[in-house]
């Protein structure tokens, strides 16, 4: 937690050294302690939650030098629009293609900044959603380098990750993300995962997943 803190604040700061220790702290370890965790690539026109989450994003601020989390999120998209998820208090990216596709750069939060408890997880195009009691979307919490996945398609890693995330989640909606074969999921849960349509959106209410969980 300590560290977590410190990461928090550096990760704000707008000055090169701080850049710089970053650089080398993601080296070292890929950022464990940060704020944020894998980027998720997002597409508003095509997927809903991502829709969703698209609306409540605000212009960042261009009063101010860029912050560490900013020129990370912006590292090789130089030619995106920088916005801000006031949610999370994460940046995000939005780029648009020739054809006018939009695409959004989105970091996933490390732990939820909510209390209110899990009331659905959504899978929509190859991203991981959780929907709470009050109302909140949040992008499922992932660890930098290792993301989530679903269905068939979703890797044994990733399918393992995300039964264990879902797990915890249903027991504490503010556990941190998961590593890899951090722990042995229940094996209702990873069959739910791995059944989980993989071109659509689907969604699982927290009955589903309790029910899952008391299978195996």
Known sequence: MIRRAGWAQITERT???????????????????????????LYPQSSAPAAE????????????????????VLSDRDEGELLHDPATGLPVVRTESAR????????????????????????????????????????????????????????????????????????????PAVRYDQDTPPKGLVKLVRNAPENTMSAFSRADLEMARAAG
């Open 15 to 41: 000055d090169q050294l701080a850049y710089q220790a970053a650089l080398y702290a993601q080296r070292w370890d890929g950022g464990a302690d940060w704020p944020s965790g894998e980027i998720c690539e």
């Open 100 to 175: 006018g596709r939009v695409t959004l750069f989105a970091p996933a939060s490390q732990r939820l900044p909510t209390t209110s408890r899990l009331s659905e997880v959504i899978f929509s195009y190859g991203t991981v959603w959780v929907r709470t009691d009050d109302g909140g979307l949040w992008l499922a919490p992932q660890v930098p380098g290792e993301g989530l996945g679903y269905s068939q398609g979703g890797g044994t890693g990733g399918t393992s990750a995300l039964a264990q995330l879902l797990n915890r989640l249903l027991d504490d909606i503010t556990a």
């Open 53 to 72: 989450f698209a609306k409540r994003l605000e212009p960042a601020p261009v009063d101010r030098p860029l912050t560490v989390l900013q020129r990370w």
